[in-house]
Each structure stands twice: as C-alpha cells, then as structure tokens.
C-alpha cells in the first residue's frame, strides 16, 4: 500500500445521483490531486489543493466539486454526471514544494449508469 | 500544446531479455521526469525520477536516461521476468509547480 487510501473503490450511480469520493493520506504530505484515467488517454489532471487551498482547476465541469477540509483528506463530490464521466478516479498526494513524486491510490472506478 | 508520447502502446518480450521504453515530448521543458508502474485497476506506482542535469539514473534491474536535447526519456528493464508485466507511464514536471503531466503509458507484457 502506499499510504494513500480512497473509497468506495468501485461506484455504480446514475445520472441524478449524488455521490462523493473520498481520499485520505498520512505521509505528511502538503499536497493533493484528483486525476481522472480514461481508456487510451494519459491521466488527466483534475483539481490540485496545497495546504487546503485549491491551486490548479483544470477547466472541470461544475458537476464535479472538490473539497479539502484539511491536508489529510480530499473529496470529490459528484452530481448529475454524464456516461462519458465513466472512469476510473485517481487520488494522489506528495511534497509539494519538492522535487519529488506523487503517492497514488488504488483509485475509485466510477460508472455512470 | 505539451505533449508526451510513449512509442508503442504494447510491446511483448521475451523473459530475460532487456526491455527499452521510449518517452517523447514537446513544447515543454521539464525540471525531472518520473517513470511509474500501473497494474490494471490500481493506481501509478513510482519508480524513478531523473532531474534535467542528471544523465542516467539506476534502481536495481531498472535504468533511466534522461535527454534534454533530444527531448527523451529511455526506460529498461534488464533480466526481464513475467512479474514486470504491466503499464508503464512517464510524467514530467517542473520545480515550482504542483502538475505531473503523464503520458498515455507503455503496456508491457513478458512472455515466459
């Protein structure tokens, strides 16, 4: 393990669904990322949060809502997604002032129904 | 726009033999550049990381060079054995900033 855990690990929900993924970590770390990983695509990087305040939004639609309460966990809220929001939903963590890599989670493989 | 190309998006190999992994970019210049390992349905592990003023970099079976000038990263794996099969990803980034930009990754596959 790499001391990142998310849950659930796999989600099924439809299309009015509100569901929120969940990411914690206690490596020290001071920075956290959300990454979506779609078949045959490079992961994509969501949403970047530094000492709780979010630094990167990479153009995300507003279904998708992040929340950093502090810098041990990170949230994904999700809410009147799409099919093509189908994929799998990384969680990562490092040291974001260091030249240095992330710690990843195992990921929640997300289906919208 | 950046740009990361991994050169084949599966490559077969025979057990013990050494396998090469190419990764390209453009319209970037990376600070270092990190190589991970993905098993289906999990998450990137990390492997390596090179800096942009360092050549080569070596972890046991594994070796990463590391070209400015040609824009490229090389990854082998020597010896290799079955349990090396998996997707391998190559991320850069830059000092200062929070983003690893990642490629779409290498499929790997060792045959015995």
């Known amino acids: 393990e790499t001391g990142v855990t998310q849950t659930p690990r796999h989600l099924v929900m439809g299309m009015t669904n509100k569901k929120s993924l969940k990411c914690e970590q206690h490596?020290?770390?001071?920075?956290m990322y959300w990454y979506k990983q779609s078949a045959k695509k490079p992961l994509e990087l969501m949403f970047v949060?530094?000492?709780?305040?979010?630094?990167e939004n990479n153009s995300v639609p507003s279904r998708f809502s992040p929340e950093c309460p502090n810098s041990s966990h990170l949230f994904l809220h999700l809410h009147t997604l799409q099919p093509e929001d189908s994929a799998l939903y990384l969680c990562?963590?490092?040291?974001?002032?260091?030249?240095?890599?992330?710690?990843f989670g195992q990921g929640t493989r997300l289906t919208v129904v | 726009s950046q740009k990361i190309e991994q050169n084949s998006e599966a490559l077969n190999i025979q057990e013990g033999k050494t396998a090469t992994l190419t990764c390209n970019y453009t319209n970037y210049s990376p600070a270092y550049l990190q190589w991970y390992r993905q098993d289906p349905g999990r998450g990137p592990v990390f492997l390596l990381l090179?800096?942009?003023?360092?050549k080569e970099k070596r972890k046991e079976r594994l070796k990463v060079t590391f070209d400015t000038t040609l824009k490229q990263s090389l990854f082998h794996i020597t010896a290799s054995q079955p349990a090396d099969s998996a997707t391998y990803l190559c991320a850069l980034g830059q000092s200062g900033t929070y983003k690893y930009i990642f490629g779409t990754g290498t499929r790997l596959k060792v045959l015995a």
């Open positions: 490596l020290g770390h001071n920075a």
């Open positions: 949060y530094s000492l709780e305040e979010r630094v």
């Open positions: 990562a963590s490092s040291h974001g002032d260091r030249v240095t890599e992330a710690f």
């Open positions: 090179i800096r942009e003023n360092e």
